[in-house]
């Protein structure tokens, strides 16, 4: 078996770039706060991909992981995901060890998931 790196970390000004879009405001799944966009980047063998997730905490004091950022707006405060549509508030923080850890478990099965069926 071919071995996958990981690295999870906040998404680079360059892939935050890949993201950026104006988002139209509309009805909100959630409004997160202590908030980052983190970059999920996997390597196995030479396939490479990248998988940016929205993580912070709700209102309620739930942590709280999306699924795949499709775009950003960081004007607006908008992150958009595939069916749902989130408001961030405040700064963008850095993940601590410990949610790094949990999101890469979270992300590894998914990762290579994608990476065997191509991505679908």
Known sequence: ???ANIDVGV???EELAQLAAHIEPGPLKDTISGWC???VRV???????????????TPEGR???????????LDRGLVRI??????????????SAEA???????????AVRALKTGGA
Do not use: C, H, Q
């Open 100 to 110: 790094k850890e949990r999101i890469t478990t979270i992300m590894m099965a998914e």
């Open 1 to 3: 078996m071919t071995d």
């Open 63 to 73: 942590r709280w992981l999306t699924s795949a950022v499709i775009a950003v707006d």
């Open 82 to 95: 595939r069916n749902s549509l989130y408001a961030v508030t405040g700064p963008s923080v850095e993940p």
């Open 11 to 13: 998404a680079t000004a």
């Open 43 to 57: 390597a196995i063998g030479t396939v490479r991909t990248v998988e940016t997730v929205l993580f912070g905490d």
């Open 37 to 39: 966009i983190v970059a």
